[in-house]
């Protein structure tokens, strides 16, 4: 017998789908339309241009200054990428295998921080900065970035070491005279691809799109980053929206393409380290 409602379902399950798809495909089909238009060109931004102009996006690069706010962007949130990765995985290995009460305590505090905004502690924050002479550096504004995603990547692996991976696999090799960090490195680490993918996406996005720090630590021009300076961009050409729309597209496409490659993993490594955990 075909059971007619839960096909009804699935079939509404799909429109709601193609619905949400197309609501968050919309606005980027405006953005790249715009960026695409003539210099004075103010047709409808629903109307695809019929001569593409590409020259927008060389413009906007040299006019705006991308190349060095890419690259400040790049540094920061590659290096800060890398600690939270390296830190993170450390860090939740001893929390999610030793369950003392130490390691419990340590774990809820890492909990009870992540439910403080990181705004709440700008006022001290950048009187410290200030005091220690690390204003418009790539140390503060990694190690700032570091601080504030710690305790989330923790979690995540925590939550993924304790739900998916075997003991047993880290008791045979500690039977072969493999030592804790050669188990963890050799054994544990390769499996958490799945929950460092989840790590990557959301603290690199967050990280690549941070305007609220960046305004504040990296006042000098040299050291903008691609928020800071597009902001400024912004301002400067309210009346050139092909320049604004071909500049926005350029600093959004690598974290999409990022994405794009790690999307399989996301959903897992998130669940399985928040829900399971």
Known sequence: MIDYTNKKKKRWLTVLAV??????????Y???TTSLKPAGDFSSKWVFPSQPNVQNFADAW?????GTAFLNTVIITFCSAVLLIVLGSLAAYPLARRQTKLNKYVYFIFIGI???????ALVPLYKMVVNMGMMNTYQIAILNNVAA???LTIFLYAGFIRSTISKELEEAAKIDGASTLGI???IVFPLLKPVTASVLIISCVYIWNDYQFAIFFLQDKEMHTLTVTL????AQNQHNLSLVGAAAL????PMTILFLLLQKYFIAGLASGSVKG
């Open 19 to 28: 619905v949400i798809t197309i609501f968050h495909i919309v606005p980027f």
């Open 30 to 32: 405006i953005l790249v």
């Open 62 to 66: 040299s006019q705006a200054g991308l």
């Open 114 to 120: 992540m439910v403080i905004p990181p705004l709440t």
């Open 149 to 151: 995603f710690l305790p």
């Open 184 to 186: 963890f490195f050799r």
């Open 231 to 234: 902001a400024s961009f912004f």
């Open 250 to 253: 350029i600093a959004m496409l």
